[in-house]
């Protein structure tokens, strides 16, 4: 059989229970719920780092942060780094990118920064680039393109253009959206003309509806993008149904982080918050229809092993994350209990999630935009999920929740060690925290 097609469908700044699948009622995403029913919905997934490059490093090397070394925004993914377009090109697959990279020291991206990948249409930060109506982006010789219509749908056609035109051989494609991610020069989260306007005083999530922040700023415009996200994944399905390749391609959509709408710091992300750093997961093709809803507890790092796991490429013991088709296939037993979140540039800060629990420290006298890691950290958040799944009530400190603190302290320690990180000092709080 013919090795399959793989895409990955990549949104930027998306919360999981954006998708109705999530239980949100406001019909936003009725293809990728529908794509989800007939393929594998990782129920429980999350990133390893709610920052855009940190989080990108991770998924294009399957490695964490503080190990390619792009543990914050502005780091550059080593030019030795291996990474998916690597290891596709080395089976003989044709590798494609197009959108937003963050990966790159300058604009344009030069090619020695383009991780490996062939074709290249893109920007490294492409909401400076462009904007809603105005998509500018980089081709192979660093000349500028301005693509036609809404940006979601203008690299959505490219991608399309890229299928079309790689029918012949098996290809690796990258698409990485900008939206529903803020138009950075103006706050705003610009939906296409008219999509706002049917989500403004709408169902809000209940962590925004409590705590406010700009979401009834933004909700409506945030919203609104993620429709026309939903419409051109349909699209691209459709393309692929079209030139009869959907049954031997892999997609996947994910998104690199949530989106807390500054109610946990002064901007988005950057938090251990569930609103940070859930995000959703679906995979489509061979090895995933019929795989159902994934309960297991999966992090972005899981994506790298499992997209080369269901091409039938080597999967090297270097890669941290694992692939998830054993679980598919009823391996449950050796699978982790927890996933390990590392916090950038807002802090130096960790975090386990559990399928019940979120045990969160920070690293007091740490610089959070130099310094990857720390020696000693402070324990800032414990949230009970399954009484409190918005995280309304911070349980840190508290005296009836110190068994529990403990034993998620070690759990905690054991994995930072386990990815190469200094065996730390986690210390009580000196007080009990906020609630929030």
Known sequence: MKRPNVIVFFTDQQRWDTIGLHGNPLDLTPNLDRAAQSGTH?????TPQPLCGPARSCLQTGLYATTTGCYRNGISLPQEATTLAH???EADYDTGYIGKWHLAGTEPVPEAERGGY???LASNVIEFTSEAYRT???DEDNEPVRLPGYRVDALT??????VDAHQDRPFFLFLSLLEPHHQNQTDSYPAPKGYAERYAGRWMPPDLAELGGSAPEHLAGYCGQIKRIDEAFGRLLEALESLGLRENTVVVFASDHGNHFKTRNDEYKRSPHESSIRVPIVLLGPGFEGGGRVEQLVSLLDLPPTLLDAAGLPVLDEIQGRSVLPLLEGERERWPEGVLVQ???SQVGRAIRTRRWK???VAPEADPKEDPSAERYVEDGLYDLKADPYELRNLAGLRSHTDVADTLKHHLIARMVEIGEPHPIV???SSTPSTT
């Open 42 to 46: 990782l129920f429980n997934s999350f």
């Open 87 to 89: 290891r596709f090109s």
């Open 118 to 120: 062939q074709y290249w």
């Open 136 to 138: 500018v982006v980089y």
């Open 157 to 162: 056609d490219a991608a399309i253009r890229y």
């Open 343 to 345: 916090i950038s540039e």
């Open 359 to 361: 045990y969160c420290v």
């Open 427 to 429: 210390e009580p709080p």
